[in-house]
T-cell receptor, first 115, second 114 residues
Framework: DAGVIQSPRHEVTEMGQEVTLRCKPI?????LFWYRQTMMRGLELLIY????????DSGMPEDRFSAKMPNASFSTLKIQPSEPRDSAVYFC?????????????FGEGSRLTVL | AQSVAQPEDQVNVAEGNPLTVKCTYS??????LFWYVQYPNRGLQFLLK??????LVKGSYGFEAEFNKSQTSFHLKKPSALVSDSALYFC????????????FGKGTRLSVIA
């Protein structure tokens, strides 16, 4: 079974550039989550979707961050413009939602470095 | 509101010795409880979960965890640690009722020394 697929695995960019991270959840899962992990803050929930609809984006740090889920098999997290403090590992996770226990399945992450 | 506390940033244990990684939680109502492990440069991997029933839950790689409702704890244990167990461990909780997402602790780094 294919797990959660994220791309790119690594991204190095310069301050001010636009960054787009991509995620393909596990087929049949209807909830998708974006997390950010840093040494200082640990694992932070940025936003999550149920049935492609954003439910809670209170963790999105600023207006520079936006996320979309145009269909059940694809989501993007965009940072525009990027700043050095955005450097982190960004994880996507999915779950079947509904009456499930909420167990999350994580992708391998996208490591972002903003110079 | 849901919350998880992992009181130790780092746990060091000698190979072959038992290990414990602590977790306490706060949730309204009954909880679902989880442990995840993260190896370097990898995503979080599910280890085990408590839903209901037996308070002692067994999971992957010989790990187990004990649910203690009175102490609101869900400590992760293993009878005999391996060097390969060295990783970052996360405890997570969500309430059974409602549809809220998992809340994660800040993680505990386990170092098993040969």
């Amino acid at each position: 079974d294919a797990g959660v697929i994220q791309s790119p695995r690594h991204e190095v960019t310069e301050m001010g550039q636009e960054v787009t991270l991509r995620c393909k959840p596990i087929s049949g899962h209807n909830s998708l989550f974006w997390y950010r992990q840093t040494m200082m803050r640990g694992l932070e929930l940025l936003i999550y979707f149920n049935n492609n609809v954003p439910i809670d984006d209170s963790g999105m740090p600023e207006d520079r961050f936006s996320a979309k889920m145009p269909n059940a098999s694809f989501s993007t997290l965009k940072i525009q413009p990027s700043e050095p403090r955005d450097s982190a590992v960004y994880f996507c996770a999915s779950t079947s939602g509904g009456r499930s226990t909420g167990e999350l399945f994580f992708g391998e992450g996208s490591r972002l470095t903003v110079l | 509101a849901q919350s998880v506390a992992q009181p130790e940033d780092q746990v060091n244990v000698a190979e072959g010795n038992p290990l414990t990684v602590k977790c306490t939680y706060s949730v309204s109502g009954n909880p679902y409880l989880f442990w995840y492990v993260q190896y370097p440069n990898r995503g979080l991997q599910f280890l085990l979960k408590y839903i209901t029933g037996d308070n002692l839950v067994k999971g992957s790689y010989g790990f187990e965890a004990e649910f203690n409702k009175s102490q609101t704890s869900f400590h992760l244990k293993k009878p005999s640690a391996l060097v390969s167990d060295s990783a970052l461990y996360f405890c997570a909780v969500r309430a059974i009722s409602g549809n809220t997402p998992l809340v994660f602790g800040k993680g505990t780094r386990l170092s098993v020394i040969a």
